[in-house]
């Protein structure tokens, strides 16, 4: 084949490469998360071929649904109370095990080791783990603590017993993230600190965190995300329930489309979650940028 | 190697891309291994007698109505499968499910009048029958006969009132911690489980032409009723004792009578095999009131075999196959000569939920699917927030009146 230029001839050629796994990205996920938005507009029933075009009355529901409410505001005190505290713990976590410490490799292993267990085994384990005759209950009297509850259908504490499952389940896998950015990090910045004097806990604070950031920006973006699509562990932990205290928003979805056969309706609320994980993102990328230095 | 991916795809792609199967389609769901083995016999019964109709048994393992429903959305749905009776109003509603009279009326062995008029009528929509019911199971009382005995009673409990005195003086602290961890009764904060006693108190939660009738005096009344058992500590709930549903807490003796279906008993055999248990029908309040659950064999519209599929059903539902399906106690049957002909009359055990059926009410409940999930909501909010009853009632009445069919 003849090329104007090598120019030309690169582009070819990478277009050519890339063809193939584009097209399978543009079949299983391009075109589905268009086709979405298009149904959310449709009264659309998988049962029934009449599939009437509602406009945005799917829309103007879902904002007059107390129970759709009630998922945008448990999915934002989730993601409000998880994000923050995944985060520090995970870097908290990185900065010990960057440490020469006896044991590390067992350390990294043990924290990394949740992140690769089955979301859904994990859950089954703290359902137990938070039931009336579980673990937490009796380490708590243990302690001396008077505690009978069961963790899971309590309206009050349903919501943060997931969210603290789900910072033990996905710190780990943050905490590899940020042990790579610290290995970048120089040591001679380090040496630096202590020739000027800095303890630990100032050399944390105003050379690893700064130092960090492009990966804390990447992680804070990985687990809004994944927080504001919590979806397994309230399946399987909480069924939204009791009284709609747990239901997110990913499980609204879910519900609706699968459960009642409202698909416009469960595409309508897939794609509020979508506006809203694409907002915060904005937001972050303008107010918390990964680099200013 | 993303080229090993492609495989598994193009076959999809050509599997995809032939013509439809000559042979029916039969798929259900499976909960235990000895079901699945009860059906095969079932089959293999029929192929013995049908030696013409080819088929092939394609079970569903988990997440049913899901894949059901795509599969239909689809357009590639089983030619004959199962559906739960309290999830059909919907699918006779979207009309995606063949009637089946016509196919009743040349059949000579179907014999539609042998079945218990509850289930005969079970599937019939806007004056179509869509289905007929495989087996039924309805909700009866278990007893523990070793604690009735330490507590001197002796018969089941027979009205509300002894339920509730019986629950009372099985309530103990065995242990002598100070805290009761023997309970009476247990139920559960599940709409299924308060509708008896609103049956049995006159009420309803929907009546059969579709007015909402959850708030009214005598649902109120009954779910009062209900609770008192529960707030009154004489009886308890799975969470309380970390167990996963009734049946766990009777099977561990934790509570001395529970509410359940047959599914019970196998539980009971595999869990507790020296657990000396009695069953009687359900105690009543104003008059006898039970719900009854069912299962529906039913033929999609879009099916390419209607007719070896009917032939099928007819054998499947019809007396030979039932007789095989429900011999065995594991599922009852809804055909009165089968009962009669496997002796369940006779057996104290099964002959008490055959008595149910007489005034069994079933569980079907003519509305949009959400109703169920917001009735669930109600009865978590009266127990787990100790919502005012009737307050709850009369707000859940008002937000099922959104999901009724028209």
Redesign the interface.
């Known amino acids: 084949m003849k090329f104007k230029s090598r120019k030309k001839e690169q582009l070819f050629w990478g277009y050519l490469f890339l063809a193939f796994p584009l097209l399978l990205l543009s079949i299983f996920v391009f075109f589905p998360i268009g086709f979405a938005f298009v149904v959310s507009f449709y009264d659309w029933n998988l049962l029934i071929p009449d599939k009437p075009f509602v406009g945005l009355g799917n829309y103007f529901e879902l904002f007059k649904d107390p129970v759709f409410i009630k998922a945008i505001k448990n999915t934002i005190i989730y993601t409000i109370g998880v994000v923050p505290v995944q985060t520090l713990l995970s870097l908290f976590l990185a900065f010990i095990m960057n440490q020469k410490i006896r044991g590390r490799a067992f350390f990294r292993t043990a924290f990394y080791i949740p992140a690769i267990t089955s979301s859904v085994v994990t859950s089954i384990i703290f359902v137990w783990i938070y039931s009336k005759p579980g673990l937490l209950n009796y380490g708590l009297n243990a302690l001396g603590v008077d505690s009978n509850i069961d963790w899971l259908t309590n309206p009050v504490t349903v919501l943060p017993s997931i969210m603290i499952l789900n910072v033990w389940t996905t710190s780990g896998y943050f905490m590899v993230s940020f042990l790579a950015g610290l290995q970048n990090i120089p040591a001679s910045l380090y040496e630096a600190a202590k020739i000027d004097g800095a303890n630990q806990w100032q050399q944390f604070w105003k050379i690893t965190v700064p130092m960090v950031r492009p990966v804390t920006y990447f992680v804070v973006i990985m687990s809004l995300i994944g927080c504001f699509q919590v979806f397994d562990q309230i399946f399987i932990m909480s069924s939204g329930g009791p009284d709609n205290a747990s239901t997110t928003m990913s499980y609204f979805v879910y519900q609706n489309s699968f459960k009642y056969f409202r698909f416009g309706f469960g595409a309508a609320s897939a794609a509020v979650l979508a506006l809203l994980i694409f907002a915060t993102t904005l937001i972050q990328k303008k107010y918390f940028p990964p680099d200013v230095y | 190697m993303?080229h090993v991916f492609l495989i598994p795809f193009c076959t999809l792609l050509l599997l995809s891309c032939t013509k439809q199967a000559d042979y029916v389609r039969f798929t259900s769901w499976q909960s235990s291994p000895t079901e699945e083995r009860i059906i095969r016999q079932t089959l293999t019964d029929f192929e013995k007698e049908h030696p013409d109709v080819a088929y092939q048994f394609q079970p569903i393992p988990g997440n049913y109505?899901?894949k059901i429903?795509?599969m239909?959305?689809?357009g590639k749905a089983p030619d004959l499968f199962w559906l739960k009776g309290d999830t059909a109003p919907?699918?006779m509603d979207?009309?995606?499910l063949e009637p089946l009279d016509p196919f009743v009326s040349i059949d000579q062995n179907f014999d539609e009048a042998d079945f218990f008029p509850v289930f005969r009528d079970a599937f019939r929509h806007k004056g179509k029958n869509y289905g007929y019911a495989k087996d039924f199971n309805a909700y009866v009382l278990f007893y523990n006969k070793k604690l009735f005995a330490e507590a001197g009673l002796i018969g089941p409990p027979k009205n509300w009132e002894e339920l509730y005195d019986f629950s009372k003086r099985l309530t103990k602290d065995t242990d002598g911690d100070g805290k009761n961890d023997q309970f009476g009764f247990v139920i559960e904060?599940s709409i299924d489980i308060a509708l008896p006693f609103a049956l049995q108190n006159g009420g309803e939660l929907v009546a059969e032409d579709g007015t909402v009738r959850v708030g009214e005096p005598e649902f109120i009344e009954a779910l009062n009723f209900f609770m008192s058992l529960y707030r009154d500590g004489v009886s308890t709930i799975p969470?309380?004792?970390?167990a996963a549903w009734m049946g766990d807490v009777f099977s561990r003796e934790q509570c001395a009578m529970t509410i359940s279906g047959s599914w019970l008993i196998p539980y009971l055999r595999d869990n507790s095999p020296d657990l000396e248990y009695g069953v009687s029908e359900l105690p009543q309040g104003k008059k006898r009131g039970t719900l009854a659950f069912t299962v529906a064999m039913v033929i999609p519209k879009q099916s390419n075999h209607k007719k070896e599929a009917w032939t099928m059903l007819s054998y499947l539902a019809g007396k030979e196959g039932m007789k095989t399906w429900t011999n065995s106690g594991i599922a009852l049957p809804t055909r009165k000569s089968v009962a009669l002909s496997n002796g369940f009359y006779e057996d104290s055990v099964l002959n008490t939920f055959m008595q149910s059926v007489e005034y069994a009410k079933l569980y079907k409940i003519n509305m949009?699917?959400?109703w169920y999930?917001e009735s669930?909501?109600?009865m978590?909010?009266i127990?787990?927030?100790n919502k005012d009853i009737e307050k709850t009632l009369k707000e859940l009445g008002k937000t099922l009146e959104k999901y009724t069919l028209d």
């Not at chain 2, 969470?239 to 970390?242: E, F, R, Y």
Request: glycine content about 10%.
């Open positions: 993303k109505p899901e429903q795509l239909l959305g689809t919907a699918y979207f009309e995606v904060p969470a309380d004792q970390g949009k699917e959400r999930d669930q909501a109600a978590q909010g127990f787990y927030k």
